[in-house]
């Protein structure tokens, strides 16, 4: 992945953080952001610097179009 502090990076399905912080360290963001249904892994994941929204992949998204410039799931 591309180094870029200013980067949007989205977690689809983030758990509890780790592996999302991971991947934010190495493109170098701060802009840290995650989706995630169970609410003890959200719990977590926040505590890690995630920013977490709490909803099921299979609806309707929270986020504004063209929102993030990395997503992972």
Not at 12 to 39: N, P
Not at 40 to 47: L, N, S, V
């Amino acid at each position: 992945m591309e180094k870029n502090s200013n980067a949007q990076f989205l977690d689809l399905g983030c758990d509890d953080g780790g592996v999302t912080m991971r991947m934010a360290k190495v493109i170098k963001t701060k802009l840290v952001f995650g989706v995630e249904i169970v609410k003890q892994r959200i719990a977590i994941a926040k505590k890690r610097g995630v920013k977490v929204e709490d909803f099921d992949l299979n609806g309707k998204f929270s986020f504004k179009d063209k929102s993030f410039d990395v997503i992972h799931s």
